[in-house]
C-alpha cells in the first residue's frame, strides 16, 4: 500500500524532490504533507533530512519539526519548532507546539517565556497553555490570573478550558482526603479508614478480620487467661492486622492522591495539545 501511495504521489506532485540537490523545501510542502496524513512519515523525513537537498528557510525547518513531531520524536521535533523564525507564517503553530511537546517532556516553566512574549493573534490558545502550564508546576495564582482571560467562545478550546477549570477546583477548591484522618478513623473503628479511603469491600474485610480475632482473644481471655496460647496467638494475630489496617488505611488516600493527580497530569497535558489540531487545519 505504501508503494502504490508513493507512485499515486509522485503523478500528483512535482517531482523536484528527485532533483540532487538545491531546490525549495516549499516546492515540495504539499507533497510532505500528502506523505505524513498517508502514514508515510519515514518516507517524509527521509526526504527532508537529506543533505544538501534544500536550501535552508524556514519551511523546511517547519515541515522537519513537523515530521519529527509526527513520528513522535519529541525532544527534535521541540528544538526544531522554536528554531523556526518569529517573521516565519508558521511561528504561531511552532510556538504553540513547541510548548506543548515541551510539557509532554516534563519541561513546565522554559515555555511560560516564551508564550508570555506572544503578541499574536492566538492569545486564547496562549492562555490555555499558560494555564495548563500553571497546573503542571502546582501554581494556582498564575493559573487564576490565565484562566481569566479564557473566552469560552472557541468551540476548538471551550471544553479545554472547562476541563482544566474542573482540575483547578479538584486540586485548590475541594477538600483533599486526608492520610492522617484516615488512618485516625481506623484507629478507632477498624476498616472505617478504608471506607473512608473510598475501598468499601477491603474496609469491611478488616472489620471483619480484627473484630473477629479480637473477639476470639477475648472469649480465651475470660477461659484460659491472659498467658495461655490460645489467648497469646490469636491476640498477637489481632494486633498485627490492627496497626496493619492503620498504616493500609492511610497508604490508601496517599495512593488514591497520587493517582489523581497522575490523572490529572494526563488531563492537562491533552487539553493543552490536542486542540492545536483544529485551531491549526
Known amino acids: 500500500m505504501k508503494r502504490i501511495a508513493v507512485i499515486l504521489a ?25 506523505l505524513i496524513d498517508n502514514g508515510l512519515k519515514a518516507d517524509a523525513k527521509a526526504l527532508l533530512f537529506r543533505d544538501a537537498t534544500y536550501f535552508p528557510s524556514d519551511t523546511l525547518t517547519y515541515l522537519r519539526a513537523w515530521t519529527a513531531y509526527n513520528l513522535k520524536e519529541l525532544e527534535t521535533a521541540e528544538k526544531l519548532f522554536k528554531a523556526v523564525p ?71 478550546l471551550q471544553q479545554p478550558e472547562k476541563e482544566l477549570g474542573v482540575i483547578y477546583s479538584q486540586r485548590y477548591e ?11 478513623a481506623s484507629a478507632v473503628v477498624p476498616g ?57 488505611s492511610y497508604v490508601s488516600v496517599s495512593i488514591q492522591q497520587t493517582k489523581l493527580k497522575d490523572a490529572q497530569t494526563t488531563a492537562v497535558l491533552y487539553n493543552i495539545h490536542i486542540p492545536l489540531r483544529s485551531v491549526f487545519k
Open 10 to 34: 509522485l503523478a500528483l506532485f512535482p517531482a523536484s524532490f528527485l532533483s540532487a540537490q538545491n531546490t525549495w523545501a516549499s516546492d515540495d510542502f504539499d507533497f510532505v504533507e500528502y
Open 86 to 156: 518569529s517573521g516565519s507564517p508558521f511561528a504561531d503553530k511552532s510556538l504553540f507546539y513547541s510548548a506543548a511537546v515541551s510539557a509532554h517532556l516534563g519541561d513546565y516553566l522554559e515555555p511560560v517565556g516564551r508564550l508570555q512574549a506572544y503578541s499574536g493573534d492566538y492569545q486564547e490558545v496562549k492562555n490555555l497553555q499558560l494555564a495548563g502550564l500553571a497546573l503542571l508546576r502546582d501554581d494556582p495564582e498564575a493559573f487564576r490570573e490565565a484562566s481569566q482571560h479564557f473566552g469560552y467562545s472557541d468551540f476548538a
Open 174 to 184: 475541594e477538600k483533599a482526603k486526608s492520610p492522617w484522618l484516615a488512618a485516625a
Open 192 to 248: 472505617l479508614g478504608k471506607v473512608y479511603a473510598g475501598n468499601l469491600g477491603e474496609g469491611i474485610a478488616a472489620f471483619l478480620i480484627t473484630g473477629a480475632l479480637g473477639a476470639i482473644t477475648a472469649e480465651h481471655w475470660v477461659k484460659d487467661g491472659p498467658g495461655d496460647w490460645k489467648t497469646i496467638v490469636p491476640g498477637a494475630l489481632c494486633a498485627v492486622f490492627y496497626i496493619g489496617n492503620i498504616y493500609g
